[in-house]
């Protein structure tokens, strides 16, 4: 069965996108072919996505996970019922109010790929029950200060295996189990 697992570029203080939601900070660093070839590892595991949908339930140019590199399904949560929408190769299908429903429709898609969890709401909702197997952060040498934090809110303690840890231009890219 497929691997849930939350993947995030994140800064050193924590955030995943400025105040905005803006991620524009994530590039311009040095950057070495090993760690071009960390993420491309991490993607190549991808079966499915899960994430959030924006407001209006739409899938904007520049919205779509990981710069549309992966055609694998994306399951968006929302709080209204909303058709699938196709775009390229890619189909999103939104779920409704149910995070339970919606991984284990990504795990069931992805097969015995893994299932990517996508943004701090969804990653820390599945953390608080249980559904997470794994966490890969690329860590980014910045100090944003204030923005959008990945774990802030988080309800419960969480404790982690260390799995693999690499560093090579600017980015750190750690890897854990999650025990419980």
């Given amino acids: ?83 699938p929408i196709q775009r390229g190769d890619v189909t999103y299908a939104f779920v409704v109010d149910d ?21 701090g709401s969804i990653s820390r909702q599945c953390l608080e029950r249980g559904l997470v197997d794994e966490i890969q952060l690329d860590v980014v040498p910045l100090l944003l200060g204030e923005g959008i934090p990945l774990f802030a809110g988080l309800r419960k303690r969480i404790r982690l295996e260390r799995l693999e840890t690499s560093a090579f231009a600017s980015e750190t890219h750690l890897r854990y189990r999650v025990l419980s």
């Avoid at 190549?44 to 710069?67: C, F, H, L, M, R």
């Avoid at 429903?101 to 795990?107: G, I, M």
């Fill in 99 to 119: 995070i339970m429903q919606a991984v284990e429709s990504a795990k069931h898609a992805a097969g015995d790929q893994w299932v990517s969890l996508l943004g």
């Fill in 1 to 83: 069965m497929a691997k849930v697992f939350i993947h995030a570029t994140v800064t050193l203080d924590g955030f995943m996108a400025d105040p905005q939601g803006g991620v524009d900070w994530m590039f311009g660093f040095p950057s070495d072919p090993r760690d071009e070839k960390v993420v491309e590892e991490v993607c190549q595991k991808i079966g499915a996505v899960v994430g959030g949908a924006n407001k209006t339930q739409t899938i904007e140019d520049g919205e779509t996970p990981y710069g549309g590199m992966l055609k694998v399904p994306v399951f968006l949560m929302t709080h209204s019922a909303h058709e």
